[in-house]
DNA sequence: ATAATTGCAAATGCTTTGCTTGTGA
DNA sequence: TCACAAGCAAAGCATTTGCAATTAT
């Protein structure tokens, strides 16, 4: 079953034959690919779809808060299916891997120092940069 | 004084006019300016600076830890004199007005996180996005 | 002197868009 | 049916770069 599908039935998102391939690649994808990296695990299913309608797509569904993108280093948009519940990234220098993490406490003082500033938090981006521990 | 022209002095970046007054701009700056708007403050004292210059300057200027770089929402690039002290920044989703600000708690959970992962922090990017809070 | 820097314009890389043809509900 | 979506190629935008002329040390 597709997550993503399901989703853009949820919200009126209409589906289209290459929005339903877009989706699926997406809901099978455990890593955070680009817009490129996208486009050619969607070509292997139908070599018909352009870039362009992957560029389109992607701009939907986050839109409708179906995936989220992130803006990591390196100069290309990525995404992920929207998570049930957030987490932040941690990304490896040395290899590009991207490992998920969740820390309550973190999120916890973000709201404290948002209010102490006099604001109420909308969103937040935490981004972590490592290099392996080498044991 | 000027905090840049000095440091430039320490790290052996020689110093053209164009970088002087590159450099004298972006000390006088207490915002985040983007490569634009740094072009049209240094445009303000010296006309021939071309565009292509301020980017090579601060590109320069990053890569000699002089300056800070930030790709805060919005696509472009906005540039702060490297602070003594690391901190963070949480921008007003209404006015784009960016405010600093240090949580020594949130660090040491940084680096919490990343050493339970197996990794060394390297480097991390929080940014808070918010809304003022009327009172 | 001479290696580095500038200005200009052209090139780049990612992303968006206009337009015509095709299609889902 | 018919408003909306897709494909293609051209346009956009921030940023980079090749090259000839200029400059710092």
Redesign the pocket.
């Known amino acids: 079953m597709n997550n993503i599908v399901e989703k853009c039935k949820a919200k009126n ?7 339903k391939v877009i989706a699926e690649v997406m809901s099978n994808s455990t890593d955070h690919p ?3 990296e996208l486009h050619k695990r969607v070509n292997k299913v ?1 070599k ?6 992957v ?3 992607v ?2 569904f986050e839109e409708s808060g179906i995936v989220e993108k992130h803006d990591f280093k390196g ?3 990525r995404y992920e299916e929207a998570p049930e519940e957030h987490h932040d990234h941690l990304i490896d220098i040395n290899s590009g891997e991207i490992i998920e993490f969740v820390d309550k406490d973190i999120e916890i003082l973000q709201n404290k120092v948002a209010k102490k500033l006099g604001y109420k938090l909308v969103d937040h981006k935490l981004e972590l940069y490592g290099s392996k521990i080498k044991k």
């Open positions: 998102v209409r589906l289209t034959d290459q929005r680009d817009v490129d139908d018909k779809i352009s870039i362009a309608t560029y389109r797509t701009k939907l100069g290309k948009a």
